[in-house]
């Protein structure tokens, strides 16, 4: 205990007397370790920032509700339903931080008017000028129809190339390699997926795994998160 501490050591370990104890790795033979007791003496006040708005703020940071039936709302479930068969459930509230979208739970808004989160609820996409890039978690949560015009299906080795971080290459899917100029015997196959530059999600097993980006050459960029 820490009379066993005490015994010769008075002056090292409790400098400042029992509400301070100070280990030092090369007196004790163990980790080095600082406690102390503190006494909160009074209550400061400090007002929170509210980082949820209902009708829009200047801070970047700031979350504004997006609306089912506006233009934004709008646009993004067209995107989603034509893509890739993604229906969202309208039981959520979209909200918008910056270029990003997020899908919260119906009721949360009451806290993310008091507490800043970094994560308001499910990452849906990036909103840049032309359009929309879906992310990683909402491929994940919803991604389901590999018929979709953007969703490619993955063989196992494919499938464990794509998993461990690395980009898929033209000869390992044919049908992307076959985008600037298709073979006759792909010709038919191609006609499905018209869409096939950019982004697309990727299955295996018709599991979802994430989102790639088809590059010029037919390579499928990984964008599996690094973080």
Same mark, same amino acid.
């Given at each position: 205990?820490?009379?066993?501490?005490?015994?010769?050591?008075?002056?090292?370990?409790?400098?400042?007397?029992?509400?301070?104890?100070?280990?030092?790795?090369?007196?004790?033979? #163990?980790?080095?370790?600082? %406690?102390?007791?503190?006494?909160? =003496?009074?209550?400061?006040? %400090?007002? $929170?920032?509210?980082?949820?708005?209902?009708?829009?703020?200047?801070?970047?940071?700031?979350?504004?509700?997006?609306?089912?039936?506006?233009?934004?709302?709008?646009?993004?479930?067209?995107?989603?339903?034509?893509?890739?068969?993604?229906?969202?459930?309208?039981?959520?509230?979209?909200?918008?931080?910056? =270029?990003?979208?997020?899908?919260?739970?119906?009721?949360?808004?009451? *806290?993310?008017?008091?507490? $800043?989160?970094?994560?308001?609820?499910?990452?849906?996409?990036?909103?840049?000028?032309?359009?929309?890039?879906?992310?990683?978690?909402?491929?994940?949560?919803?991604?389901?129809?590999?018929?979709?015009?953007? #969703?490619?299906?993955?063989? #196992?080795?494919?499938?464990?190339?794509?998993? =461990?971080?690395?980009?898929?290459?033209?000869?390992?899917?044919?049908? *992307?390699?076959?985008?600037?100029?298709?073979?006759?015997?792909?010709? =038919?196959? #191609?006609?499905?997926?018209?869409?096939?530059?950019?982004? %697309?999600?990727?299955?295996?097993?018709?599991?979802?795994?994430?989102?790639?980006?088809?590059?010029?050459?037919?390579? %499928?960029?990984?964008?599996?998160?690094?973080?």
């Amino acid at each position: 205990g820490l009379s066993q501490l005490k015994e010769g050591k008075e002056d090292i370990a409790f400098p400042h007397g029992d509400k301070m104890l100070r280990i030092l790795p090369h007196i004790f033979n #163990s980790e080095g370790f600082f %406690v102390a007791a503190l006494q909160k =003496t009074k209550f400061i006040f %400090v007002p $929170r920032k509210k980082s949820f708005t209902l009708h829009g703020n200047r801070d970047k940071n700031a979350l504004r509700r997006i609306k089912w039936k506006d233009d934004l709302g709008i646009s993004l479930n067209t995107y989603l339903e034509i893509s890739f068969h993604i229906s969202l459930p309208k039981q959520g509230t979209l909200l918008m931080r910056g =270029t990003d979208i997020w899908l919260s739970p119906d009721g949360s808004q009451n *806290i993310l008017q008091n507490m $800043r989160v970094d994560r308001p609820g499910i990452k849906i996409a990036k909103y840049i000028p032309n359009g929309f890039v879906l992310s990683h978690e909402c491929a994940i949560a919803f991604g389901k129809d590999i018929d979709a015009p953007r #969703s490619l299906s993955l063989s #196992s080795e494919e499938a464990r190339e794509f998993l =461990t971080g690395k980009n898929i290459s033209p000869h390992c899917l044919p049908l *992307i390699r076959g985008i600037e100029g298709v073979s006759p015997e792909k010709s =038919t196959k #191609s006609k499905e997926h018209p869409l096939l530059k950019g982004e %697309v999600m990727l299955f295996a097993n018709n599991l979802p795994l994430g989102m790639g980006k088809v590059l010029p050459d037919g390579t %499928v960029k990984n964008k599996l998160p690094r973080n």
